[in-house]
């Protein structure tokens, strides 16, 4: 054993009545679902080798190799790169980068024997391109890949007993390309080079990986939640993980988080079905009568106890906090609870803070006086989702684009946005959607039908599959229109000027309906659409004040006096929702309001909060 192996841990699946924690319990894994089985981090030093010449596969560096480096996991393969050539920051690669891990860990020790269970292994975020070996044999997801894809959400192995010997060997293999075609957000690419709104590529082992022990057959680690508010009814979006055929009960039962009352739950159902080995999806509805709605003034929140009940009676639980609420784009309003919202937004951009910088972020928005933040074309750390519900900070979330528009993007576009939607459409924080931004990815929608019908397809999907959601076909201009409906649920234009006067005049043009003009390109293609406020209008970007390309003021107070002049030209005129860009600075973007380290504000708290100045006009 040398010293990055992990000892003296043991690892037990976890009976319901165990499954109660304390509210504040700090949850200290990246996602939102919960299992209450003890689990190990593998987060160390690991074994690190740069494969510069891409020989590892054709060399079986997985049946054994002499690694020269170590890396602290979670970190990103430019950090890796950098320490391993001695170089500060961050380490600059091109075209392909390709780079292996390697660690041992003890056997776990399988504390209820009585109980059918299994190792899962856990990767909360990794890739592009990552391959996973234990002790030299190949896995494979719970979805069946031998190469796993997407560097923004969680993916899973089950580790059966069989191969698992006293110390085993991990060994993690890491591609990843400046491919246009890849979901990347705005990492630089072989299309945008860095500079600019282009940052560097930050990839690799960003987020923790982990050890628990789970049942054989058990419910995952996924929830979705739609709620009728109106009738009080919570619908359950469940995936179940089955080896052994046969008869279960899925029990749900829901409490109320801040009483003390742990025996008698607020509702309560058992739901019976024979289920045959495999991967599963099953909805169960749920009332809950009495229930208090979420939203940013009163973010109240349910907690969800489920179980999945084999005829032994033995119970496989998980438990997820969730909120009663309900999002519509009707007219010219956005409806929070059937209550007209204006949406007091802020462009978020994390790029590689941490886990507790991005928390000092969200209360610093929250301070502004959002009530809605933009998390722009970027994955993020699932507590972080956890902190908006807790906070009543609704989010608008965006699939990080590719750089080009051809079929093959188009695919990983559906599986990135597939992947993400999956794991976090547990939060009521989480109210919008968009597909695309400013067409990056999709830079051919105004003149390739393909292009538009993928969209407006995605588009069915999301309202069919994903009713809680509004969803943005493309953000800032070029939306879809056919036959005169707009394929978004909302209108959305990214407007930027330094001059109080034009910012009027834009904002007259945008309101009048004129569709050419306003934005830097026409914001509806396809059909002809003619605007008569029958759609929420957002300004969805706007300001950039201290950002040099967008000529905005340079210090605080000239800053502060403008966003409040902007705000309230918006504000007398007939508009949902605005986004101010942006809230942190980020590489060559120097437009942030909020200190990128401390969370501290350089403008007076409750500048972006303009509810109060006005009712909706």
Known sequence: ?????????????????????????????????LRMSNHVLLDGQWHFAHDDADVGLRDNWAKGHKYEHTAQWPGSVEEHLAQARGQQGSAVWHDKVVVWYEREFDMPEIAEPQVR???????????????????GHLLKTIEGEEVHYGEYTSFTYELEEHALRQVNRLTVRIADTMDAETPRGKQESHVYKRGGI???????????????????NRLRSRVGVVSVV??????????????????????????????????????ESDFPLHLEAGQWQQRVVLEVAGAELWSPEAPHRYRLVAQLINTDGYA???????????????????????????????????????????????????????????VHIAGIDPRIYNLADELGLLLWVEVPSPHSSTPRSRENHRAELLRMVTLIETHPSIVIWSLYN???????????????????????????????FLVVDNDGWHHISHTGRLKSDLLTAHLYTPDLSRWRELLDRLVGGEMEGTAAFPLVVGDPFFYRRQVPLIVSEWGGFGFSDYGGPQDAEARTNSIRAFKQELRTRPIAGDVYTQATNIEDERNGLVDPHTGALSVPEGLLASRQMEHLQ
């Open 230 to 267: 109106e009738d009080q009814l919570v619908r359950f979006n469940l995936t179940l993980r089955i080896h052994d055929a046969g008869d279960y009960v899925i029990r749900l039962q829901v409490f109320d988080p801040k009483t003390p009352d742990r025996i008698s739950p607020l509702a």
């Open 117 to 135: 269970s299994m190792v899962q292994l856990t990767f909360g975020a990794c890739g592009y391109e990552t391959r996973v070996w234990l002790n």
């Open 1 to 33: 054993m040398d010293d990055l192996n992990q000892s003296n841990y043991s690892l037990s699946a976890s009976r319901a009545e165990d499954l109660f924690v304390a509210e504040d319990l700090e949850n200290p894994l990246p996602r939102a679902v």
């Open 316 to 374: 496989a639980s998980i438990e997820t906090l969730f909120g009663l609420r309900k999002i519509e784009a009707r007219g010219r309003y956005v409806y929070l609870n059937n209550q007209p919202t204006y949406l007091d937004g802020i462009l978020y951009q994390p790029g590689q803070a941490t886990l507790e910088e991005m928390q000092r972020h969200m209360y610093a928005m929250k301070a502004l006086g959002c009530n809605l933040v933009r």
């Open 198 to 216: 282009w940052y560097q590529t930050y990839t690799g082992a960003v987020r923790s990986v982990w050890l628990e022990v789970v049942e054989r």
């Open 438 to 468: 400013e067409d990056w990815g999709a830079q051919d929608i105004a003149t390739n039908a393909e292009t538009r019908q993928y969209i407006v397809e995605t588009y069915h999907l999301m309202q069919i599959a994903y009713p809680q």
